[in-house]
């Protein structure tokens, strides 16, 4: 097989795997386009292409995380650039361990230091603390203790799952029922019907990047939620809905006066306990268009 032949098999693999170091589908393809320049130069360890290629994907993924921090400046909320499909993924590549692909741990990856974040990831995908190692360049000692703190980090961000185990939280069904019943109580104005769904230590974040019209600050509890909602759902006489996957869960791709909003939820105690909006342009390169008109809408 030809050396293009030999990359271009692991594309979807080292795509998916930057995605989850970097929270940015744009920025994962970038990543790996980096990637195969290397690799097409002739640089990639012919014997073993797939560890030099993971290797290297992590390396520059690490890379344009630190570029990322360097910066700042960003408006309101910064979500992840959610991966939008019309249905769920059968690439293998986009359904293993769909916890570091979920919008929760993403968000709350960004607490880790850069080491941190590709061990996490890495032992998610099944890699030993040796083969961690060898990757990042360190002890297999080093890689376990990186894996020990972010795993504190994270804990005390809240389990990325909601409860630490899937459970029923983590079952798609209720995800769906319980995002079906969000969007009709938005559409309608029931703010009763709002609050009932929404866990009492609820977080809404819109992530409008100083694009589009949004909350500047994430919405705790579920009063202020369920007002907020209903107030902007109010504001547009007509709507468009298409239930979608987002990021390996149900979502939908709303569309209010001709801005998208990509939502999706993280469950607990089978209430919503997140609410995820990415109404940023700049971060609807995977979403799926256009949006058919919400029939049951005014």
């Known amino acids: 097989m030809t050396r293009e032949g030999v990359f271009e098999g692991q594309r979807g693999r080292l795509t998916a795997l930057a995605y989850r170091m970097v929270g940015s589908w744009t920025d994962a393809e970038d990543v790996v386009q980096d990637v195969a320049v290397e690799w097409w130069a002739g640089a990639g360890d ?27 400046g960003y408006v ?3 979500l992840p650039e959610p991966v939008v499909v019309d249905r769920q993924p059968a690439a293998a590549d986009l359904v293993e361990a769909r916890e570091t692909l979920s919008t929760a741990f993403l968000l709350i990856a960004e607490a880790l230091t850069p080491p941190q974040r590709a061990v996490v990831v890495l032992r998610s995908l099944g890699y030993r603390h040796d083969e961690i190692a060898g990757f990042l360049d360190i002890t297999p000692a080093a890689a376990r203790q990186h894996h020990t703190r972010a795993t504190r980090t994270l804990d005390r961000q809240g389990p990325p799952t909601g409860t630490g185990t899937a459970g029923r ?3 798609d069904a209720v995800t769906r029922s319980l995002l079906g019943a969000f969007l009709s109580a938005a559409r309608d104005g029931d703010l009763e019907a ?8 609820v977080v809404a974040y819109n992530d409008g990047g100083g694009r589009t019209r949004a909350a500047l600050n994430p919405l705790f509890g579920p009063a202020k939620v369920a007002r907020f909602v209903v107030g902007v759902s109010g504001t547009y006489a007509r709507r468009a809905v298409r ?10 791709i709303v569309t209010l006066g001709g801005t998208a909003h ?3 939820l993280q469950v607990r105690d089978g209430r919503i306990y ?7 342009p700049d971060k609807h390169g995977t979403v799926p268009g256009p949006v058919a008109p919400d029939p049951a809408a005014g």
């Open 46 to 72: 012919v014997a073993n292409p797939g560890g030099w290629l993971t290797k290297t994907t992590v390396r520059r993924a690490i890379d344009a995380l630190r570029r990322r921090q360097r910066e700042s």
């Open 76 to 78: 309101g909320p910064w």
């Open 169 to 171: 939280d983590g079952d």
């Open 194 to 201: 709002l609050v009932a769904l929404l866990h009492d230590d």
């Open 243 to 252: 239930l979608v996957t987002v990021n390996g869960t149900p979502g939908a």
């Open 262 to 264: 990509v939502i999706s």
């Open 274 to 280: 997140r609410i995820f909006d990415v109404s940023n």
